[in-house]
């Protein structure tokens, strides 16, 4: 059983900030935020890691781009170079000091297409209708408020958008997240998965979504089981 019902609102959500409390609580453990760096990026380059990324996700020039969770910009200068000068790419994060550091570069190499924005743990603040493709790379598993994110995160992307989530599959208290429970987290929102490939060069799993249902009312969420995710994937 993937769905499972969970204690919302009262005494039981004290610890929640007060405009998550509408939204289920997440049945998982959260990973600490890790360092922005995953690894060096010529360790990246050396595997192809944003190419490969960027070619399943079908980044073309000219499109508008998020990369939530940039941290230091390792995706976000080469999906800057993708798009070219008549796309563009919201780089943004809740480490004030990686987008500060993230600013500099953008500015030292004249990425004149690239906007950097902080954001809330619980909601990226991006604009509504306003990208091609949203990216949450190696980020989501740190993500507390799974579903007060997601259904924050939605209005932002444009018709035929896509949302592309790279991870690990492990525990989310080791720095990754099960697929199916990704899947099952998505689902709620009123995502479905459009795209899953293991690879190597991404030391993990590429996942693509698409929007195909009305956004439910966050009371109307049904939180998702880790441990009914867990024994799916496993069968």
């Known amino acids: 059983m993937l769905f499972a019902g969970c204690q919302s609102g009262g005494r039981a959500d004290e610890d929640r900030a007060e405009r998550v409390r509408a939204f289920p609580r997440a049945d998982r ?11 060096s990026e010529n360790e990246r380059d050396r595997f192809n890691e944003a190419k490969v990324v960027m070619d399943l996700a079908g980044i073309q020039p000219g499109m508008s781009i998020a990369d939530v969770g940039a941290g230091d910009g390792y995706y976000t200068v080469r999906l800057a170079q993708r798009v070219g000068r008549t796309g563009r ?32 743990p619980d909601d990226p ?19 507390a408020e799974p579903y007060a994110f997601l259904w924050n995160l939605r209005p932002a992307l444009r018709r035929d958008g ?40 991404l030391q993990g799993y590429y996942a693509q979504f698409e ?24 069968s």
């Open 162 to 201: 896509r949302v592309i989530v790279v991870d690990s599959d492990r525990s989310t208290d080791s720095h990754g997240i099960p697929p199916n429970l990704l899947f099952c987290e998505f689902a709620s929102v009123g995502f479905r998965l459009t795209a899953f490939e293991r690879k190597p060069e």
């Open 89 to 120: 790419v919201v780089a943004q994060d809740i480490d004030q000091r990686a987008l500060n550091r993230l600013g500099a570069r953008v500015e030292r190499e004249r990425f004149d297409n690239v906007w950097i924005k902080p954001g809330k």
């Open 211 to 234: 929007a195909v249902t009305a956004r439910p009312a966050p009371s109307a969420i049904k939180p998702c089981h880790q441990a009914g995710a867990a024994q799916t994937a496993a």
């Open 125 to 143: 603040e991006l604009l509504p209708d306003s990208f091609d493709r949203i990216f949450l790379v190696h980020m989501y598993h740190e993500v």
């Open 29 to 39: 453990p959260v990973s600490g935020v890790s360092a922005s760096q995953f690894s």
